[in-house]
T-cell receptor, first 116, second 116 residues
Framework: DTGVSQDPRHKITKRGQNVTFRCDPISEHNRLYWYRQTLGQGPEFLTYFQNEAQLEKSRLLSDRFSAERPKGSFSTLEIQRTEQGDSAMYLC??????????????FGAGSRLTVL | AQKVTQAQTEISVVEKEDVTLDCVYETRDTTYYLFWYKQPPSGELVFLIRRNSFDEQNEISGRYSWNFQKSTSSFNFTITASQVVDSAVYFCALSDFQTGANNLFFGTGTRLTVIP
């Protein structure tokens, strides 16, 4: 397994357009997370899935954002009607739920979105 | 509310010098986890260490060491004999015990530059 893969790595779009990012987690990991990172800041939690169920969503995730993980494997994050404030790096991570309850997240390299 | 403060925005050291990255956290939880991640120029966050609040023992891994002091809510990270490859942004993060790393709260990061 080569780790967490994200596609595309870079996306430039015009304001108002829709964009979709894909994340392929480590195959045996049952948890998948989306984070957003803006310049000079640490990553901020957006949402996470356990298998195909979306179990938690941040208040940062506005109605224009939707995430899916239909078969409990890859996930997509769609942003509708993009705004300039959506420009950021979107990070995906995966983990295996352990008995200790404290998961170590393995991150992908991220998808950088620029909204013009 | 959870909060992580990394007061050092940028640090520059000359190769082979030791350097300590500070992390101060706030939480109302009595049990929690602390993490350090490294983000090299490639952008992919790399896990370095996880520590639970029950375990205040310091840890050493090669040139890396961590000092956890619950009394001062600090979890500092020291790199001994720094190398150019250590140049990266380092993030400290916090999660509560119940949800594990479902929602990691990251600090704003410290950019370390090691000068050859």
């Amino acid at each position: 397994d080569t780790g967490v893969s994200q596609d595309p790595r870079h996306k430039i779009t015009k304001r108002g357009q829709n964009v979709t990012f894909r994340c392929d987690p480590i195959s045996e990991h049952n948890r998948l997370y989306w984070y957003r990172q803006t310049l000079g800041q640490g990553p901020e939690f957006l949402t996470y899935f356990q298998n195909e169920a979306q179990l938690e969503k941040s208040r940062l995730l506005s109605d224009r954002f939707s995430a899916e993980r239909p078969k409990g494997s890859f996930s997509t994050l769609e942003i509708q009607r993009t705004e300039q404030g959506d420009s950021a790096m979107y990070l995906c991570a995966s983990s295996l739920r352990g008995d200790s309850g404290a998961n170590v997240l393995t991150f992908g390299a991220g998808s950088r979105l620029t909204v013009l | 509310a959870q909060k992580v403060t990394q007061a050092q925005t940028e640090i520059s050291v000359v190769e082979k010098e030791d350097v300590t990255l500070d992390c101060v956290y706030e939480t109302r939880d009595t049990t929690y986890y602390l993490f350090w991640y490294k983000q090299p120029p490639s952008g992919e966050l790399v896990f370095l260490i996880r520590r639970n609040s029950f375990d205040e023992q310091n840890e050493i891994s090669g040139r890396y060491s961590w000092n956890f002091q619950k009394s001062t809510s600090s979890f500092n990270f020291t790199i001994t004999a720094s190398q150019v490859v250590d140049s990266a942004v380092y993030f400290c993060a916090l999660s509560d015990f119940q949800t594990g790393a479902n929602n990691l709260f990251f600090g704003t990061g410290t950019r370390l530059t090691v000068i050859p």
